[in-house]
């Protein structure tokens, strides 16, 4: 049994203050994407996991898809399976592809072992795993606050836009990200200037990784101002980067942008 797990973009991002357990309150609009990773279970002797396409860095047996398994085998007494994940969703982008893949199992177990588990049980499992974890789980667009990991609906449709991101061959360190940012009190909450009409997004929502990313990595803040120049209506770095995402009336050929370096999806 198999399911596909997509990636997210954040429609603005605000560091709102330091928390005294370490991690940051935020505000943020999470956007499902439809780039996807596949996740599929095997019934197996043992419990494994296989890992094909794009690359992770790291041992299989530490990567948070195979956790939430063996959380919900040892909650559940299931027996053993193979976890085959085939990653296309690019790592060190911003686009929440690890904790996607782990929300997804959760629902894929749910399903395949027939446990049950309502949609907030569910997030419960998946919280612990990543701050934006809990949000794959109805995958819907939604305002997230606190760690990122407390959520409200939201009615946001891009549907009638083109949208586009492009990853450069830069990995962004989320812990890295994190320890270079300057926090502050915005002067109004990203849920409300969410549905500001779309024009008036580039004056009032902002990713607070960009300036500390971008001096890291200016190839990323060239990326973006490319996307400006092609008469993209809103474009941003998503989540600690390193990908950028534009938003166009219609769909724009990018060729000031095209090269072997960069990747572009149709999002």
């Known amino acids: 049994m198999l399911t596909f797990a997509n990636a997210k973009i954040n429609l603005g991002l605000f560091l709102t203050e330091k ?11 999470f956007y499902p994407i439809k780039i996807n990773d596949v996740v ?29 398994f063996q959380i919900l085998q040892k909650e559940f007494n299931l027996p053993n399976q193979q976890i085959v994940l085939l990653k296309n969703i690019p790592v060190g982008a911003g686009l929440g592809g690890g904790s996607s893949d782990a929300a997804f199992l959760i629902k ?41 990991d407390e ?18 061959p830069v990995h962004v360190s989320t812990a890295q990200a ?23 997004w580039q004056a009032q929502i902002y990713n607070d990784f960009e300036p500390s990313v971008f001096e890291k990595y200016p190839q ?18 998503s989540g600690s ?11 724009v050929k990018l060729p000031e942008l095209e090269n072997d370096n960069l990747v572009f999806y149709d999002i």
């Open 19 to 29: 928390r005294a357990d370490g991690y940051h309150n935020l505000q943020t609009v």
């Open 40 to 68: 599929e279970l095997v019934d197996a002797e043992e419990t494994s996991m296989l890992i094909k396409g794009v690359d992770i860095p790291g041992d299989a047996a530490d990567n948070i898809c195979f956790k939430a």
């Open 108 to 148: 894929l177990v749910n399903q395949k072992f027939e446990l049950g588990l309502n949609d907030d049980q569910m997030e419960a499992y998946a919280r612990p795993l990543g701050a934006d974890c809990a949000f794959f789980i109805k995958n819907k667009p939604t305002y997230a606050f606190a760690k990122g």
């Open 151 to 168: 959520f409200e609906e939201l009615t946001i449709d891009l549907s009638d836009y083109y949208l586009v991101l492009v990853k450069p």
């Open 178 to 200: 994190y320890s270079k940012v300057n926090v502050k009190q915005p002067s109004s909450s990203l849920k409300d200037l969410i549905h500001l009409p779309l024009q008036d």
């Open 220 to 237: 990323i803040d060239e990326i973006k101002t490319k996307l400006y120049q092609a008469a993209a209506k809103f474009a941003l770095m």
């Open 241 to 251: 980067g390193s990908s950028v995402f534009a938003i166009f009336e219609k769909e």
